[in-house]
């Protein structure tokens, strides 16, 4: 990787070493699966400047080769003015018209846009400057959306907004770039749980990606399939134990620390209280119920069965009341 190093080999030894092992890391990965790489433009999020140029990307994208390189967008944050937004996006535009065609790995372009002329612009914009029927499609600054807190949630519900809440945007905005771009393969940025996903995918959604299964880990959470986070010792209030029906889940987990133990020992192993070693045994198992969920999702799908399996299975309320808003008919303002 001598090129990617050329700029720190004369300074710093220690980035070198790290560029080094990642760039190892990664062709390890690559040897086994199909790799994404996001640019980090969500990085800047919360910041005005970005420094990072569209060119440096082009190029570790040209070394790395991942299969698929995400442009180098400037998402948006629901905080600032509609005109600072307004500029970022135009920044994504430039950096993408920059980008498309000048690397030899699939691009895949992302939108942005938190109303729905700015998004329908979007959209039409890229297909103007770079090809009427893009293959892949993302659509970036969702997530604080989808996390809804409250300075958002208010945004979202103001008397000139017809969105009486941001998930119901969120519903909206998969819904125009799904009908800007009906053949696109549609990907949305940065989610957090297994419920959002299917909340996503019933939206019309056909990839997501997230660090959640990881985080979760961390943070002493463990995740089963249709429920919250869940924790075998719940210490603070917000923390939930295992019911009995969350145990008989847990039984039937298939991933690998699970499998072939007992109930007691897998309880043990993903232990939130047990200081050393527990972490990256809740990783695997929340990776592998999150990707049995996607499994699941899939299948349901292709038997056009998915909407009744995620009104059955999906836990979190918010969601279940759009998608019945949107699929069932059920009035928003009732509960
Ligand atoms: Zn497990």
Redesign the pocket.
């Given at each position: 990787m001598s090129n990617l190093n050329e700029k720190s080999k004369n300074g710093n030894n220690y980035f070198d070493s790290k560029i080094d092992k990642i760039v190892e890391k990664f062709n390890k990965i690559k040897k086994k699966a199909t790799i994404m790489l996001d640019s980090g433009g969500y990085l800047f999020q919360k910041s005005k400047r970005m420094d990072v140029k569209p060119e440096e990307i082009l190029k570790l994208y040209s070394e790395l080769r991942p299969e698929i390189g995400v442009v180098l967008d400037h998402p948006l944050n629901p905080l600032v003015s509609e005109k600072e937004n307004a500029k970022r996006w135009e920044k994504t535009l430039k950096n993408t018209i920059k980008m498309w065609g000048n690397v030899d790995i699939v691009l895949l372009p992302t939108v942005h846009g938190y109303s729905k002329d700015a998004l329908i612009d979007a959209c039409k914009q890229l297909k103007t400057q770079l090809d009427p029927q893009i293959v892949l499609i993302g659509i970036g600054s969702l997530v604080p959306l989808i996390r809804s807190t409250k300075g958002v949630r208010k945004l979202f519900s103001n008397s000139k907004n017809r969105y009486n809440n941001s998930l119901q945007f969120v519903a909206e905005a998969v819904r125009i770039v799904r009908e800007e771009f009906p053949d696109s393969f549609l990907h949305v940025f940065g989610i957090g749980s297994v419920s959002t996903m299917h909340f996503l995918f019933s939206l019309g959604v056909d990839s997501v990606d997230t660090v959640g299964w990881r985080l979760k880990a961390a943070y002493g959470a463990i995740q089963l399939p249709g429920v919250g986070d869940r924790f075998v010792t719940a210490k603070g209030k917000r923390r939930v134990n295992l019911s009995n029906h969350d145990k008989e889940l847990?039984e039937k987990?298939?991933?690998p620390?699970?499998k072939g133990l007992s109930l007691e020992e897998?309880l043990h192993n993903?232990d939130n209280a047990i200081k050393n070693g527990t972490f990256k045994k809740r990783a695997i198992?929340n990776a592998?119920?999150f990707n049995w969920e996607l499994t699941m999702a899939r299948r349901m799908i292709g038997k056009g069965r998915y909407l009744d399996y995620i009104l059955t299975n999906i836990s979190n309320r918010a969601y279940r009341k759009v998608i019945e808003h949107i699929f069932v008919g059920d009035s928003l303002r009732e509960s």
């Open positions: 847990l987990c298939k991933c620390v699970c897998r993903l198992h592998w119920v």
